[in-house]
């Protein structure tokens, strides 16, 4: 329905309007340019465990580095790249750069990567063989990977859908299911694959309070639900050590936010995993004055 709605507008021509349609029509064609010309890059954010604060593991999110240094974040062309179809190649370059990165990271580290898919991505055939090439590739053990996907894609009953999500738990890679709690979904569907974690969305962790447990609620319904499931729990978007706090006490397991760590650049968030996951001492020193 979004994409219809997307697609009206273009019969209006406000000045508006008229921006965002040709903003759309730039990054159509200049994103099969990026993918030729090696401009898209992966940020790793780091994922720590909430008992001990240890570094387990890091998502990776797609850039989109302009010849003249300017960044592009993901909101800005993956839902075209999504409706032009060329979420499909870049999808897959994000796969096979997440993987190689993955190789050199595991040297240093035990660490769990998790990368994003798109619906587009899941729904067709093929999918479980191309993550398979990708980890042989590389030599990674399919138990390093995690692949994030969001509750809409739980519901498509396609037996696509179902025969990718059995291939690639055979594997041995994990499923989490990304912004949960913001979708239509019905908990039922949870019970379709094996979900190996619930990563709490962001607009639930934002208002915990200490001592508030109305702003609580819903974050600890989903730890609930996912206990009584045998599934993880990660929680998004943890700014402060009062979220921080809350989410200790109410038993989820694991968390990211800018509190522990941004998405870095590969080199820094290496150097990041070098120190073991502790900031850099001139952050340090910017902390302390
Ligand atoms: P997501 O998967 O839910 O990723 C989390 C987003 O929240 C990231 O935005 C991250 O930078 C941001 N974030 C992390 N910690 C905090 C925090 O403490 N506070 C706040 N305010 N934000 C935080 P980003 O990198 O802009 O990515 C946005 C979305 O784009 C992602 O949401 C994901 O849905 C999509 N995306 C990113 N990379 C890929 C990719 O390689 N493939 C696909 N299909 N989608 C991707
Ligand atoms: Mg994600
Ligand atoms: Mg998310
Ligand atoms: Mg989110």
Redesign the pocket.
């Known amino acids: 329905a979004a994409k219809e709605a997307g697609r009206a507008t273009y019969r209006f021509f406000t000045p508006e309007l008229n921006r965002r349609a040709s903003d759309r029509m730039w990054t159509e064609n200049n994103l099969r340019r990026a993918l030729a010309n090696n401009e898209l890059e ?2 790793f ?1 780091p994922q720590f465990s909430l008992d001990g604060r240890r570094l387990v593991g890091a ?5 989109w580095r302009q010849p003249d240094g300017t960044l592009i ?3 800005q062309f ?1 839902p075209i790249a999504e409706d032009t179809g060329l ?1 499909l190649p ?2 897959d370059w ?1 796969l096979g750069e997440a993987c190689r990165r993955a190789a050199d990271l595991l040297r240093h580290r035990d660490l769990l990567i998790a ?4 619906a587009v ?1 899941v729904r067709r055939p093929g999918l479980a063989e191309r993550v398979a090439g990708w980890l042989s590739a590389y030599g990674i053990p399919p138990s390093a990977l995690e692949l ?1 996907v ?1 509750e809409s894609v739980l519901m498509d009953e396609s037996d696509v859908v179902t025969e990718t999500f059995s291939q690639l738990r055979e594997m041995g890679v994990s499923l989490a299911i ?2 949960f709690g913001t979708g239509y979904s019905s908990l039922a569907y949870l019970k379709r694959f094996r979900v190996d974690k619930l ?1 709490i969305d ?1 607009s639930f962790v934002s208002g915990l309070r200490a001592g508030n447990p109305d702003s609580s609620a819903i974050a600890e319904a989903i730890i609930g639900m996912a206990r009584s499931l045998r599934m993880q729990t990660l929680a ?4 402060t050590e009062e979220q921080y706090g809350c989410l200790v006490a109410m038993g989820c397991d694991q968390c ?4 522990l760590g ?2 870095m650049p590969y080199d820094e968030f290496l150097a990041f995993v070098r120190r073991d996951g502790r900031p850099a001492e001139n952050r340090v020193a910017e902390a302390v004055e």
């Open positions: 992966l940020h954010q998502e990776a999110l797609v850039r974040m993901p909101g993956i979420i870049l999808g994000v990368i994003n898919l798109s991505q994030e969001t990304d912004d990563k962001r998004e978007g943890v700014e990211q936010g800018y509190l941004r998405p």
